[in-house]
């Protein structure tokens, strides 16, 4: 049978009865809608959701009550200012900004209150019985996370425990009753200035404790079985097993979005040639989705004609679209940056149904703002700023009349054609990585600077090549021929894989960045939002504070020392940048979060080992030059007791002394004395040593947040 095309379906031959009514009344509805989207045509304006968002920002930014009141005085000021000065367009833009930061602002100041749930205060060892709320899988280092909610109040009513995944008997899963003994601890704080916050992301998750199990789980009562956890968990196992080793790793974040089970190796391999984005589940992986389910139910249905001739295809196919978007997006476990693809998807099939351009970076501004007012507290996280920005530059680069002329579709010869959809691919890379570069080195201290030609590989090859075969491997494993498909799946990752390794480990694959300074990254960012939503000659204003931002952020200094809220550890940063750690026997954890904090790109050194230090088994004396002055550091190493007298005569020769116990008043360095109390006022430092020392402490940037309590 021939191919037939849809018609419109205000041209399709009117049937009597039940059709002619439900013709009319979708024509109804549809100049309904569109009358309404024209009425409220720049009623909602991107910088209504900068500002909403700003609100939410502003929150996480400032410190405590105070400030917090002050700023929603500010805010309503502006407000009230634009709507009474006089009646004018600049005047009503200003107003509603003022509203929207006010709005933002209480919305997540509330939000934080309405979390609020019991923590642990003190590290404790307890046996539980619990109910299983969620499974996660950490195939990197073979264990479980478990989410319980424990029964009996004694404990938080949630928490978070990892167990050893063969120590897990059958029948784990959300809705099971387990009993278990654990080693629990209070929510870990943000261990350096700059690191992440686990904390904040625990408070508003509700948990109240972290730990291990100690010794077996047993299982009171087995998970129910269905659900979507159920699904997700069913699918990661059968993937894993498919394709065991790495490729099976990648495949199941391809499919789930569960990246616990990658290798530290290739997720930081991804990280560094700037593939990360592709683990997790976005706008690239629901575009996919949605066109392949149009593509193939449009192709369906027009084979028949009576349904060609009634029915417009396209508008059916973009329903199919939707529901196999929101699948995607509820089995992959509703993340953020899904969520924010899944609606874009969503507002671009409703653009395609009305027969509107859809593509704009209102839908953008829309998206965030679904988002931000039912999760306001993701907008501090890497994931929904690096999705939403690439999306905005790519909508907005593609909005600039000049780029549209040079890549628009025309009458030529495919060598053209092919010239010019690579430009482009290159133009639009660029774009994204010039984006995310300074959220990167925000975040992670350190970008891939060449993700521009590795996207050009990766992106195609994970779209067309890498999820159609595991999709059609899936299909197929129902009726048992997946296996030849897997096989290729399983090719195609390996290659991807490579690809990342080999760009990672290229020469000059990473720019490196300590901790930037909070101001210069808001400069960046503002600077950014206003070079992209303006569309007049005014934009290119916004070069001017993400210049300043970035030569801000370029010029800040490496820190000389670097001490964890606990005292426990230590690094100093060398004159070739390399951090010396204070113990020998430091975790992989706290051994990368100093080499980020210093911005090294290698294995740190320890002390012991460095000729500016002279350690013993319990403590390091170490002396450094700084700008023509010599500092002493004096560090504890250990929990055995010290002989007094040596110890307060070598406290008394030192600048610094940091130790995890508390020290005796006789001990009086000369300028910074940070022991178990002091240090637990301040939580971790970063300290810069120079004629004028600097020192920069958790407790300045958590304020009086809740979490901080």
Not at 84 to 110: D, M, P, V
Not at 268 to 278: F, K, T
Not at 429 to 445: C, K, R, S
Not at 620 to 649: E, N, P, Q, Y
Request: charged share 15%; net charge positive.
């Amino acid at each position: 049978m021939e191919w037939v095309s849809a018609p419109n379906i205000e041209d399709a031959p009117l049937p009597p009865g039940a059709m002619a009514e439900w013709r009319a009344r979708f024509l109804a509805g549809r100049g309904s809608l569109e009358r309404w989207l024209e009425r409220e045509r720049g009623q909602l304006p991107p910088w209504f959701v900068v500002g909403f968002g700003g609100g939410i920002a502003a929150w996480f930014w400032l410190s405590g009550p105070r400030q917090w009141a002050g700023f929603l005085c500010f805010a309503a000021g502006i407000a009230l200012i634009g709507w009474t000065i006089r009646e004018g367009r600049t005047e009503r833009a200003f107003g509603w900004f003022g509203l929207a930061l006010c709005l933002g602002f209480s919305l997540i100041w509330a939000r934080a209150e309405m979390v609020a749930s019991p923590r642990l205060e003190r590290p404790t060892v307890a046996t539980i019985s619990a109910t299983v709320e969620r499974v996660e899988t950490m195939a990197a280092k073979g264990d479980l996370r478990l989410t319980l909610a424990p029964s009996g109040g004694a404990l938080p009513p949630r928490i978070r425990v990892s167990i050893a995944e063969k120590d897990v008997p059958q029948g784990i899963g959300p809705g099971a009753m387990v009993e278990l003994r654990a080693r629990l601890a209070p929510p870990p704080p943000m261990a350096l200035p700059g690191s992440h916050d686990f904390a904040r992301d625990l408070w508003f998750r509700g948990i109240g404790g972290v730990g291990r199990a100690v010794g077996p789980l047993k299982i009171v009562k087995p998970a129910p079985g269905g659900g979507l956890d159920s699904v997700r968990t069913s699918l990661d196992r059968h993937i894993r097993a498919a394709l065991p080793g790495p490729s099976g790793t990648i495949a199941t974040a391809f499919a789930t979005s569960d990246q616990g089970s990658i290798s530290k190796d290739d997720a930081d391999a991804m990280r560094r040639s700037g593939l990360a984005h592709l683990l997790s589940v976005s706008g690239l992986h629901i575009a996919a989705a949605v066109g392949a389910a149009m593509f193939l139910s449009l192709r369906l249905l027009a084979l028949s004609e009576r349904l060609a001739l009634r029915f417009n295809l396209v508008l059916v196919s973009a329903g199919f679209g939707a529901l196999a978007g929101i699948a995607y997006t509820l089995l992959t476990g509703a993340q953020v940056p899904t969520v924010r693809s899944c609606i874009a998807a969503l507002l671009v099939l409703a653009g395609i149904a009305l027969g509107r351009d859809a593509i704009s970076l209102r839908l953008v501004a829309v998206g965030a703002l679904v988002v931000l007012i039912f999760r306001p507290e993701a907008i501090a996280g890497a994931s929904f700023q690096l999705s939403f920005a690439a999306v905005t530059a790519i909508v907005a680069l593609h909005s600039l009349p000049s780029v549209r002329a040079l890549f628009q579709r025309r009458d030529e010869g495919i060598i053209a054609r092919c010239v010019r959809a690579l430009g482009a691919m290159v133009l639009t890379g660029l774009a994204v990585e010039i984006a995310l570069i300074p959220l990167a080195l925000y975040h992670f201290h350190r970008a891939g600077l060449y993700g521009v030609a590795a996207n050009i590989v990766a992106i195609p090859l994970t779209t067309f090549v890498i999820m159609p075969l595991e999709a059609a491997a899936l299909l197929l494993d129902t009726i048992g021929l997946g296996a030849p498909l897997w096989a290729a799946t399983g090719f195609a990752v390996d290659l991807l894989l490579g690809m990342a390794h080999r760009v990672a480990n290229a020469s000059g694959a990473v720019a490196l960045l300590p901790a930037m300074p909070r101001a210069a990254f808001a400069m960046i960012v503002i600077g950014g939002l206003w070079l992209c939503l303006w569309t007049t000659r005014a934009r290119f204003l916004g070069l001017v504070p993400a210049a300043l931002g970035a030569m801000w952020a370029a010029a800040t200094p490496s820190p000389d020392l670097l001490v964890t809220g606990d005292g426990r550890h230590l690094a100093l940063v060398g004159a070739d940048g390399t951090p010396a750690l204070l113990r020998d026997r430091t975790g992989e954890f706290v051994s990368d979060l100093m080499g980020e904090a210093a911005a090294y790109d290698g294995e740190p050194s320890f002390l012991a080992a460095s000729d500016f230090a002279q350690c013993s088994r319990d403590a390091c004396v170490a002396r450094i030059d700084r700008d023509g002055r010599s500092w002493h550091i004096l560090a504890t190493r250990s929990s055995t007791f010290m002989d007094w007298r040596k110890f307060i005569a070598a406290c008394v020769e030192a600048d610094i002394v940091v130790a995890d116990r508390k020290l005796p008043p006789q001990c009086a360095p000369r300028w910074l004395k940070l022991d178990r109390l002091a240090l637990a006022e301040t939580g971790g430092l970063a300290i810069r040593l120079d004629q004028n020392p600097q020192v920069d402490s958790v407790a300045d940037r958590i304020g009086a947040h809740p979490w901080a309590e």
